[in-house]
């Protein structure tokens, strides 16, 4: 029962995991050209980051690190204007948000209206863990018990009983 | 076994229960009132960012929309290279007509505008030049054309992207233009 509670344990972690690992290994394509980038490496390191936690909101499943679209390239000089002025990741970040509305963000922020999405999966997760250990109880529950001496020596004396049938047939 | 069990009708419940939601939503789709790929606005109910913007007409004078309060106002973004602005210019001629509208050039250069605007007609009361896009950016815009409506008060009442087609004008702007009044 541990056992095969820790299998299912290990397979949503290696689900949720590969969902998570799975995409940046894929998508290797950026959009940035070499004159965007800024001359101070540490800022532009941070505007790499900012724009792959930002949404294009042309081709919507793509950062606009990723995306070719004209709107994604406003968005990254934008940011880059914001970082050359001193602003935060944080404050250039709800600037958009402002903006553009959380939808900018390609990882929804955990707020009252999006509860329900960041929990959901913990809910299937226990879900699923409930209804397995229930179904796996309830097998136990009604799996045959074993034979007793009484059933044991009423089969031994059928056997006999069938055998000396046989040879009885025989001619 | 052939006692009667509640619980054997649960995934059949469940399953009905998606069945129904992706039927509204298929419904939806279907008849145009859910568009996936339209992003509401968070700038309703704010005051329209004042993002200053040299005139097409002018270059050395400013759109100022504060200069508007008191009516209500559409602001339309559009560019020469956009061909759905082609499309929706006969609507925004005939709206011209009840509310002044005021165009936002969405990084167009001045010329291409005003050849733009020779051909498919001019119905703005004022133009401003977007040449950048920042001041696109400031109010959320995603695409053109994208219209907004701005009540007396200055404030974002609507906002619709894509083109302002007949059904779009009677069902949601036309409404919302009458609730203001």
Redesign the interface.
């Known amino acids: 029962m541990i056992r095969s509670g820790l299998y299912i344990f290990l397979i949503g972690v290696f689900v949720m995991g590969s969902a998570g690992l799975i995409p940046p290994l894929i998508s290797t394509a950026n959009a940035i050209t070499a004159e965007e980038m800024l001359a101070d490496p540490l800022l532009e390191n941070r505007a790499r980051n900012l724009s792959q936690k930002l949404r294009c909101l042309v081709c919507q499943n793509q950062s606009i690190d990723d995306s070719d679209a004209d709107l994604a390239k406003d968005l990254r000089r934008e940011v880059r204007a914001q970082l050359v002025q001193g602003k935060t990741d944080e404050a250039i970040l709800s600037d958009l948000r402002a903006k553009y509305g959380d939808f900018v963000l390609l990882a929804p922020p955990l707020a009252k209206n999006t509860m329900g999405l960041w929990l959901a999966p913990i809910g299937f997760l226990l879900l699923g863990i409930a209804i397995t250990l229930g179904v796996r109880r309830r097998a136990s529950a009604t799996a045959p018990s074993p034979i007793s001496q009484a059933e044991r020596a009423q089969i031994e004396a059928l056997k006999q009983q069938h055998k000396t049938a046989r040879t009885c047939d025989q001619p | 076994m052939s006692r009667f069990r509640p619980t054997f009708f649960i995934p059949l419940i469940a399953f009905l229960g998606l069945v129904m939601i992706g039927g509204l939503a298929l419904q939806g789709t279907l008849s145009g009132s859910r568009n996936p ?1 339209q ?5 309703i109910g704010k005051p329209a960012p004042d993002v200053p913007l040299p005139l097409l007409q002018n270059n050395q004078a400013e759109l100022a929309l504060d200069a508007y309060r008191g009516q209500p106002l559409l602001v339309n973004f559009f560019a020469s290279w956009c061909a759905p602005c082609r499309a929706e210019a006969p609507a925004l001629e005939h709206l011209s007509k009840q509310i002044s509208i005021i165009g936002i050039a969405y ?1 167009d250069r001045p010329q291409d505008t005003r050849k733009f605007l020779q051909q498919y007609g001019n119905p703005f009361v004022a133009i401003g030049r977007d040449d ?3 001041a696109g ?4 815009v ?2 053109v054309p994208e219209t907004y409506l701005i009540a007396p008060s200055g404030q974002i009442k609507w906002r619709h992207a894509g083109p302002l087609t007949r059904d779009v004008i009677t069902t949601q702007l036309l409404a919302k233009l009458d609730e203001m009044q």
């Open positions: 790929n992003l509401p606005s968070v700038l990084k950048d896009g920042r950016m400031a109010w959320g995603y695409g």
